[in-house]
């Protein structure tokens, strides 16, 4: 009897433990096929899959096989990406909610629904964009800016952490990251006068390791020790201007085993008048390389020094091989297109992805710098002969919603090729005066955003990084503000519109589609069980365009909410 009872209880253990994610299993889901363990599918952030069942030959039989609503009222933007493990799928909802899931059924294991204060401020509407998978836990972020580790099987909370003061506007929406054993997160709230950090916890007890601010002047620490101050303070930012500088890193993070390094991006600089601010105004509109076990800043390079148009950096780095050297390419949401050398930061490649840039002509190889042009600048309210209320206002192009937004692209190794969601409109803009306020709007700035064609806005392009030839293209009526994957052949990505797409992606030819019945505004993911290739995406319309969208929102105002995720496999 003793000995039976003691092979049952190493049965569960040994059960218990290969349901564990580990640091190992993080390193290769990249490759892996049958789990999808961090948003990116893969830290690196490539979105791509090497499976092939769903190709261009068989794509004509990809048929729904489950759709779960997330129910109730709260709807509103859907932007979660899933992970799938042991079985489960774990995504999170707007108003800081995450169900689990059975992976194959769709039937609902638990939902965890976290209780939100009064007053939460997020800039760019109530979502979230997903999970993090460690050990037995599954972690994710809240809108008062708090992060919640849950038990994968049960969803009762282990463990809770604040990250900072909701009520002086910051908040948390993405989806953190797991790197070298540690949790790393950034936070929102650049709007609100915020200031921008990048923080790595133990996974399993949510405890502080290390704290880096990514505005010059702060002070990081490591292990509860002062850590040295970033940056010089005054260098780059004016009087006490740093105090307030946002440069939130809202999108979260990317890692490369190969380089060491984890790549974040930072948002606008506070507040939007750049006026106020004369100066590069570092970090922020910039992507910076971290230590992962410091928080040492390795290396940044700033997209867009003294940001007067709301330009935010935090678009992923996305790291890949190219000419024998790892690279790393961001898709900006000024319009240009960068790929930098991945260890060092070295510029190697900039130029635009979008049809229409005003704020500058180039950038510049050698220095790294943009060649600005200074009359689309939005003017100084103060200036002489100005009447104090109002700057001179300038048409801008890309508009401050972005040449790319949040929707991440993929990158294929199989044909070298990024694919981006890109989006052509401008904004009319203009300064105002502003001073800081704690919990206020920090904007100093009037706006509207204008599309630039009749025929579309939005346009999923294939890139090359090495030349900045666009190899095809499939426009969109509507902004493109879901992400893409791709898998040995094929590119899927979603329309405000409710579809699900899928091109060859070779030649842009698009082979499959099919309603949701939702905008799509959240990335796909795919993996293979019981011998099934699986599609998964979220949907539900919403996010910054009908909240900031101008005459764009106006044209779009049509789009009905919802909330569910939809899950595909070839019929037999």
């Known amino acids: 009897m003793k000995r039976q009872l003691l092979s049952i209880l190493v049965l569960v253990a040994t059960a218990h433990v290969g349901a564990q994610v580990t640091d190992a299993m993080i390193g290769s889901d990249a490759t892996s096929t049958n789990n999808v363990l961090s948003w990116g599918m893969g830290t690196q952030g490539q979105r791509h899959s090497p499976l092939s069942d769903i190709n261009p030959k068989t794509i004509s039989r990809l048929v729904p096989v489950w759709s779960m609503s997330f129910g109730g009222e709260k709807q509103r933007g859907q932007e979660s990406q899933p992970l799938v493990h042991n079985g489960k799928m774990f995504v999170t909802a707007s108003y800081s909610r995450i169900f689990a899931l059975d992976a194959k059924t769709g039937e609902k294991l638990w939902k965890y629904e976290h209780r939100l204060p009064e007053g939460i401020m997020p800039c760019c509407d109530v979502v979230n964009r997903g999970a993090a998978l460690y050990d037995n836990l599954v972690i994710f972020g809240t809108l008062d800016a708090q992060l919640i580790a849950l038990d994968q099987t049960t969803g009762k909370i282990v463990w809770r952490e604040k990250i900072d003061d909701y009520s002086a506007g910051y908040s948390y929406t993405a989806a953190p990251l797991i790197a070298e054993g540690l949790l790393l997160t950034g936070l929102s709230g650049g709007e609100f006068g915020v200031v921008g ?29 002062e850590n040295g101050i970033t940056g010089t303070t005054n260098a780059s930012w004016p009087g006490e201007t740093w105090k307030t500088g946002g440069a939130s890193p809202w999108l979260g993070g990317t890692y490369d085993a190969k380089t060491g390094l984890a790549y974040f991006g930072t948002g606008n600089p506070g507040p939007w008048n750049s006026h106020v601010r004369k100066g590069d105004n570092l970090y922020s509109t910039s992507t910076v390389a971290l230590d992962v076990k410091t928080g040492k800043i390795v290396w940044h390079y700033q997209n867009t020094p003294n940001d007067g148009w709301d330009y935010d950096g935090v678009n992923e780095f996305i790291t890949f091989d190219m000419d024998g050297k790892r690279m790393g390419a961001k898709a900006d949401r000024n319009g240009f297109f960068y790929v930098n050398d991945a260890t060092t930061g070295k510029l190697v490649n900039a130029f635009p992805f979008v049809k229409k840039v005003t704020w500058a002509t180039s950038i510049d190889l050698n220095t790294g710098r943009p ?202």
């Open 371 to 572: 060649n600005f042009v200074a009359d689309n600048r939005p003017g100084d309210p103060t200036a002489a002969g100005g009447d104090g209320l109002k700057g001179k206002s300038t048409f801008s192009a890309p508009g401050f919603l972005g040449g790319k937004n949040q929707q991440p692209m993929a990158y294929s190794p199989k044909t070298g090729l990024f694919y981006v969601p890109t989006n052509e409109w401008g904004m009319e803009i203009w300064n105002e005066p502003i001073s800081y306020k704690k919990g206020a709007a920090y904007l100093g700035a009037g706006f509207t955003i204008k599309p630039l064609f009749d025929d579309h806005i939005g346009s999923l392009r294939a890139i090359d990084p090495k030349t900045g030839k666009v190899a095809w293209e499939v426009k969109n009526v509507a902004p493109l503000w879901g992400g893409v994957m791709t898998t040995a052949d094929l590119v899927f990505w979603g329309t405000p519109e409710g579809f699900l797409k899928a091109a060859d992606a070779k030649t842009g030819k698009v082979v499959w589609q099919f309603q949701t019945g939702s905008g799509v505004v959240a990335p796909p993911i795919t993996w293979k069980e019981g011998g099934d290739q699986y599609i998964s995406v979220v949907s539900g319309w919403g996010g910054a365009v009908p909240l900031w969208g101008g005459e764009v929102a106006k044209k779009v105002n049509f789009l009905e909410q919802g909330g569910a995720v939809w899950t595909f496999k070839l019929a037999k």
């Open 197 to 225: 950090r990048v923080e790595a916890r133990d996974p399993k007890t949510g405890k502080m390791v290390w704290s880096r601010p990514v505005v010059e002047g702060h002070m990081g620490y490591l292990n509860g020790k």
